[in-house]
């Protein structure tokens, strides 16, 4: 079973994925013409990708999980602080569900405690004997 913060952040990363999702859909028409929209769609898309990137390592408990969960927090918070700034968009939501996605990865990300003992490669990473 996965421990609490392994299962909050893949919860709060597949929520804010969804949410960036919505909100790439909202803001195209509802700021057509605004320079900021394109960079914000932009931010968006990382956002949602580094969220179901980190939360499909979490599944798997990738070795490499926390070190993507630090930067996938980074990138939610700006999310987060840039939907707060385009709340007439209709980004409330985004931003709440990203700062909470945010939060939760750092959490996992400086918690060591559900690290296992060191992953090896897959089989067919290893060479054959000769």
Do not use: Y
Request: proline share 6%.
């Amino acid at each position: 079973m996965p421990f609490p913060e392994t299962k909050e952040a893949i919860e709060a990363c597949r929520s804010a994925a969804i949410r960036c999702r919505a909100a790439i859909e909202a803001v195209s028409p509802s700021a057509p013409g605004d320079p900021d929209a394109a960079d914000h769609v932009r931010l968006l898309s990382d956002c949602m990708d580094a969220c179901w990137i980190t939360a499909r390592m979490l599944v798997r408990t990738s070795a490499f999980a926390a070190a993507q969960a630090r930067h996938t927090a980074s990138i939610c918070r700006s999310c987060a602080e840039a939907c707060r700034i385009h709340e007439d968009w209709g980004l409330a939501g985004c931003a709440e569900s990203c700062e909470r996605a945010g939060e939760a990865c750092h959490t996992f990300a400086v918690d060591e405690s559900w690290q296992h003992a060191p992953v090896r490669a897959p089989r067919d990473f290893e060479r054959p004997a000769h």
